[in-house]
């Protein structure tokens, strides 16, 4: 599954979301978006979803627009998204069963996909009682029912303990490991580091650079260091300000 | 058509599995139940015992009770429902399953709720008036059960609307509350001041068309009417049941209340199919 995002632009209102991004995202590889609060990653991220609607330019699936692409392209793809909840009372199997049928998916292997996830002993226990990683861990599980060739993540780590965080990161390498492309979004840079094969940072509603780590401009430390690259892009005017110089691998 | 209908199925199910284990629902029904039962018993007798009263008098009285509760229920149930547009909503959302669907699914889980809340409400206390006081009078009892369960549903339409403009759950609340007080306490005073302007101060057109306009009261007048309204009101209930007795006014009410339930929800499904999350 190939993603392009051409000059892909949403405004809401007076303000831009979303400023004319040009993305690709090549098939089976773990992209990741980073950037500021209020930078476009999650509109973006949404956009490929069919959730929020292009004010202009376009949102490509192997070269179909996603507004035209309907049900069968939801199919293929799994999502995580960053505030998650679940019906309230339901417990963490008949969850998966609803989604499972939702996404007419065979309901024999779901305690096999709640083994993955590592919930199995608690498959009839009520969600309301999980804690953020569980939850979380759910909606991994969710996520992946049909085998999707993507999974989108929004905030996959955030709001965890830092054991839930790398319960939640092994996971998302296990799924790379099987072929299955990833595209997420995130504010912890270690995350990104660990898992991301690309990286899009994004200013001011646009891409402002994207490639492999090794081949983006960074400030001081290693090529490839996630962090200093955040800083040469992400936060470039700033340290501008403060005279910090940036380089461009050799 | 089949996969459309069997996702309207598991999301009806999910929905209604989680209102009903929901403290909510669980409250409201328990507490209308408790009510109803305490309107079948008429209180202490002059002996000093808890009598029971018959279906007609039961009915008369859990006519307003419920025309009170019901859609209370159902505004609250629909918007708090899709006030809340978080994560689950669009996890939801995202899947191979149209906005319409989700919708009517959803929705249709939360009805069937709410007649589970009236059903176990006005059945406890059938039970009770049937046990001690005969069945005399059970068909006009269905009667005023089956219009407030409607006024229920269509409170739920109104519910989700204003859960699916108000975007979030406090909010929605808050609406679904200013329209309940609207629909069952201000529509009255104001119908009072309009027939009072109008002149005639006695029912006739301008009330029908009045009811017509508000379920609850539409509904009120009409299990009245059902239930005996010469007998129960006097000349004022004779005149209403002359106006409503021949049947124009009373489709009209009926055709309002039918509108009620379904406008709202057309409105809503359009909204929901456009909008972003």
């Known amino acids: 599954m190939i993603i392009e995002y051409r000059r892909f632009t949403k405004r809401y209102g007076d303000v831009v979301a979303a400023n004319g991004v040009d993305l690709r995202v090549p098939a089976r590889t773990t992209v990741a978006l980073i950037g500021p609060n209020g930078s476009g990653k999650t509109t973006t991220l949404k956009a490929l979803l069919g959730l929020v609607r292009p004010t202009s330019g376009e949102v490509l699936v192997d070269g179909t627009d996603v507004t035209a692409a309907g049900a069968g392209l939801r199919r293929r793809i799994g999502y995580l998204p960053q505030r998650l909840s679940f019906p309230e009372g339901m417990r963490a199997l008949e969850v998966l069963e609803l989604y499972a049928r939702l996404r007419r998916v065979a309901a024999d292997d779901l305690r096999a996909l709640l083994r993955r996830v590592e919930l199995e002993e608690v498959a009839g226990r009520a969600v309301d009682g999980f804690s953020g990683g569980m939850r979380q861990r759910l909606g991994l599980a969710v996520a992946l029912l049909g085998d999707p060739e993507l999974l989108v993540l929004d905030e996959p780590s955030a709001a965890l303990d830092p054991s839930g965080a790398l319960l939640v990161r092994d996971l998302i390498r296990e799924i790379r490991a099987d072929g299955t492309g990833v595209l997420l979004c995130s504010h912890d840079l270690a995350e990104v580091q660990a898992l991301a094969d690309q990286v899009a940072v994004f200013v001011g509603g646009r891409v402002c650079a994207m490639g492999r780590p090794d081949e983006l401009a960074y400030t001081g430390g290693n090529p490839g260091d996630i962090e200093a690259i955040y800083q040469a892009y992400a936060g470039m005017r700033a340290r501008r300000a403060e005279g910090v110089a940036y380089a461009l691998p050799s | ?277």
């Open chain 2, 1 to 277: 058509m089949r996969c459309r209908a069997e996702a309207i199925h598991a999301l009806a199910g999910a929905e209604l599995r989680s209102a009903l284990r929901g403290r909510f629902v669980q409250g409201f029904g328990i507490l209308f139940a408790a009510l109803a039962v305490g309107v079948a018993l008429a209180g202490l007798a002059a002996s000093g015992q808890l009598v029971v009263q018959g279906f007609t008098r039961t009915a008369v009285s859990l006519l307003t009770l419920s025309l009170y509760l019901l859609p209370l229920l159902g505004l609250v149930l629909g918007a708090s429902a899709f006030g809340a547009e978080d994560g689950g909503t669009e996890l939801l959302l995202v899947q191979p399953v149209s906005r319409g669907a989700v919708l009517v699914g959803r929705t249709l889980g939360l009805a069937l709720a709410l007649a589970g809340v009236g059903i176990v409400g006005f059945g406890i206390a059938a039970v009770v008036v049937a046990s001690f006081a005969g069945s005399e009078g059970f068909a006009g009892y269905l009667l005023v059960a089956a219009g407030a369960t409607a006024v229920g549903m269509a409170g739920l339409g109104l519910g989700v609307l204003i859960g699916v403009l108000a975007r979030r759950r406090l909010k929605a609340i808050g609406g679904a509350l200013a329209a309940w007080l609207c629909l069952a306490v201000l529509f009255d005073f104001a119908a009072i001041l309009v027939l009072q302007l109008t002149g005639s101060g006695q029912p006739g057109p301008w009330l029908v068309g009045l009811l017509a306009l508000n379920p609850i009261d539409g509904i009120r007048a009409l299990g009245l009417v059902g239930l005996g309204a010469d007998v129960l009101l006097g000349p004022t209930g004779a005149a209403l049941e002359r106006s409503l007795g021949a049947g124009r006014g009373a489709l009209l009410i009926v055709g309002s209340l039918g509108l009620w339930a379904a406008a709202p929800l057309v409105v809503a499904a359009r909204i929901y199919r456009h909008r972003d999350f």
